[in-house]
């Protein structure tokens, strides 16, 4: 059955009659009134603020943009092109591009990857490869990768990960076959916030000349500034030979608004002759775009460069510092609380994203997010282990001391009782 009408529109039909806008207005203001208050119990994953004046100017300057198009980039809209030429010699001093490195904006992780994955596997036609390809995975990596090989009729391998939750380098040689077009490495990954080793991926690239795609979709705006901070960064980007593109969000920590992402690889080239797609075969003459989308918000463009600018290195290292923090604040505070444990068993935290279990058989810790998620927040349920992960951003660190207290109650609570809780297979 359909939900009942939260809204003034209380109509089953298209509307035939504007509606005041102040009404509309008033209506969005009601509906999100059904949805988490993520301000007072931050969200994993889904939303990435760090206060008002980030919010405002991302958005405006997605606003002085919203009517142009990323399509008319370089063309009609040289400004644009402008912004992507700056974006790009940004991207290429943060990541170690090399001169030759190519980039392409695209409108997010997903999109990012589609297209690594898209133009490791035209190259490889390109090199006469025949019959159904395949890529070889850490068992840890996003689950857009798959999404990306379905449409491309590609088979994905997952390789189970090492005890530290990384990638195990020695199962993925042993997985590659002759069909094997492109390996991948996450720094950090999504599930456990640790960093794969790229490196030695980086070397099995090359030995077995093979693609690597570094997914950086979640680390990209932390990773550098966490290094700074003082964090044990490993080499993870374009300076790792072998290594022959990488994706960072730009719609995540650089505080773009949604739609916004890099997929950078070593050599234009590629970009080139295997990324950007043309054709002609029409009456209106040559169509050209760089990757999946036609159309596309310029709005994205323009404020993906604006934050940049506007926060720039300094004020990202505030935005990092304040994720990481939270995420040891968090790990920390589970640690302390009786029954429950970081599922990296009290390792140094790597990226910002944590999750924990339970430790005591009378805790179901699936209870113990039912009865948070009553209070108020909304727990993301992992499977293994069995957990309540936090997937951190720079705003948790407002809610750090009230989850906590609340988890301890919740954990009480669950053993008091005796409560049971069901796992949820929905992961976002
Ligand atoms: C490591 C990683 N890759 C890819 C993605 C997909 O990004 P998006 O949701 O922007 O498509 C995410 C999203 O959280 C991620 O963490």
């Not at 009517?67 to 010699?89: P, T």
């Amino acid at each position: 059955m359909k939900e009942e009408k939260k809204d003034s529109t209380n109509q089953n039909t298209f509307p035939q009659h504007g509606t005041p806008w102040e009404d509309i207005r008033q209506d969005l203001h009601e509906l999100k009134k059904l949805d988490v208050d993520w301000m007072n119990h931050p969200l994993p994953g889904y939303v990435y603020y760090f206060g008002e004046e980030i919010k405002d100017n991302q958005l405006e300057a997605y606003n002085i943009y919203s009517a142009e198009n990323g399509l008319g980039a370089g063309i009609a809209f040289l400004s644009l092109e402008k912004m992507l030429n700056d974006i790009y010699d940004w991207a290429r001093d943060l990541y170690h591009g090399p001169e030759t490195m190519g980039m392409t904006f695209t409108s997010g992780g997903t999109e990012s990857l589609f297209e690594a994955i898209r133009t490791a596997r035209n190259r490889s036609r390109a090199r006469g490869t025949t019959g159904r390809l395949n890529l070889v995975i850490p068992y840890t990596a996003h689950p857009a990768i798959d999404k990306a090989a379905q449409i491309m009729e590609i088979d994905v391998v997952r390789v189970p990960v090492d005890a530290e939750f990384r990638a195990d380098v020695d199962a993925m040689a042993a997985a590659i076959n002759a069909q094997t077009f492109l390996i991948l490495g996450s720094a950090v990954c999504y599930p456990y916030g640790v960093y794969d080793p790229i490196g030695k991926l980086g070397e099995l690239a090359l030995e077995r000349d093979i693609w690597l795609h570094v997914d950086g979709c979640w680390g990209g705006f932390i990773n550098p500034f966490a290094k700074q901070l003082g964090y044990p960064v490993p080499e993870w980007d374009l300076e790792v030979p072998g290594v022959m593109s990488l994706s960072a969000d730009l719609h995540k920590f650089a505080f773009s608004t949604k739609g916004a992402s890099l997929m950078l690889q070593r050599y234009q080239e590629n970009k080139d002759r295997y990324e950007t797609f043309s054709i002609n075969d029409w009456p209106c003459g040559t169509y050209e775009t760089p990757a999946f989308q036609g159309s596309s918000g310029a709005g994205s463009i323009a404020s993906a460069w604006a934050m940049i600018r506007f926060l720039a290195n300094e004020g990202y290292l505030k935005t990092a510092k304040a994720a990481m923090d939270a995420t040891v604040q968090l790990t920390d505070g589970v640690n302390a609380i009786k029954g429950l444990r970081d599922v990296r068993d009290g390792a140094p935290v790597e990226g910002n994203s944590m999750a924990f279990r339970s430790i005591d058989p009378e805790v179901d810790i699936m209870a113990v997010a039912d009865v948070l998620d009553a209070n108020g927040w909304h727990c993301s349920r992992m499977r293994e282990p069995r957990a309540i992960k936090h997937s951190v951003t720079p705003h948790h660190l407002s809610g750090v001391e009230k989850f906590l207290k609340d988890a301890a109650a919740a954990v009480e609570k669950v053993r008091r009782m005796g409560l049971k809780g069901e796992y949820d297979e929905r992961t976002y």
